[in-house]
């Protein structure tokens, strides 16, 4: 059976997805040969997406993703309206830590990087607004991966599992027991999964109805890391932004009995 004909909109959509954080710049030429597209092709969509103001054009002739396309993400509820919402909780979670925080979504099987605030002093951290990983490695992901629904945490175990350090979980017996012991804490930690030399503390954000819309971390040195020390602020965070979301404290949240134990 073949494949359908690409249709018009998916000829647009290439266009934009020939972006990314490796490639936030591109010539015409780049983005037909990374959108597989002809150049006339590209020239005549290009044209439209700039018009519309999807893309900006520089004096070199460079096309670069435009504000329309911001103006329209800063609409999702879950990118620009949830770290307005979330923004006073993390500044007061940095106030209490001094360490590099995380705020997340998840999108299929990686997590997306919603905001991220760096300490001066803190260990270095591998992300940027936008960024993705997979869910296994980092703690934010294990906190969303817990709460994904059991026929997906199963199609992600028995899928491969990316590894990044020695420490990486990619072992899927261990990894369902790494999330079953997150529900039943309500914290996740991944000890040195994606660097050899920091440690993420996370924990979810829930919706107005319960259900997990996002997790907030903390990353942290691995040297002198003192986890149980750091559970409180995090969690502190998250019930703030899960009210601010909406949730109710008559709506139990799943996993947050028992002390917390490393992942």
């Known amino acids: 059976m073949t494949a359908p004909a690409p249709t018009a909109a998916d000829r647009l959509l290439s266009v934009l997805a020939a ?10 030429s780049d983005i037909g040969r990374r959108a597989g597209l002809s150049l006339t092709t590209a020239h005549r969509l290009v044209g439209a997406l700039t018009r519309w103001g999807a893309l900006e054009r520089d ?8 504000l329309r396309l911001w103006e329209i993400a800063a609409l999702a509820p879950r990118g620009l309206a949830l770290r307005q919402v979330a923004w006073p909780y993390l500044e007061d979670l940095f106030e209490a830590t ?18 991220w605030l760096a300490a001066r002093s803190s260990v270095g951290v591998h992300i940027r ?9 980092t703690g934010v992901g294990l906190a969303l991966l817990a709460h994904g629904g059991a026929e997906f945490q199963e199609a992600y175990r028995t899928g491969p599992l990316a590894s990044f350090t020695p420490y990486t979980i990619t072992d899927p017996a261990r990894l369902r027991r790494v999330l079953a012991e997150m529900r039943r804490t309500g914290v996740a930690v991944s000890d040195r999964q994606v660097t050899d030399d920091a440690v ?12 997990v819309a996002a997790a907030v971390s903390v990353v942290v040195p691995y040297a002198g890391a003192r986890v149980p020390t750091l559970v409180p602020a995090v969690r502190l965070a ?7 979301l909406g949730w109710r404290p008559d709506i139990p949240l799943t996993g947050e009995d028992g002390p917390p134990r490393g992942c």
Request: no cysteine; charged share 15%.
């Open 129 to 137: 607004v936008g960024a993705r990983w997979p869910l296994h490695a």
């Open 200 to 211: 993420s503390v996370a924990t979810p954000v829930h919706g107005r109805d319960g259900t």
């Open 238 to 244: 998250a019930r703030g932004i899960s009210r601010a």
């Open 98 to 115: 001094h360490e590099n925080l995380q705020l997340a979504v998840r999108h299929g099987g990686e997590v997306v990087y919603i905001e």
């Open 59 to 66: 004096e070199s002739g460079v096309y670069h993703v435009g």
């Open 19 to 28: 972006y990314d954080h490796a490639h936030p710049a591109l010539s015409l």
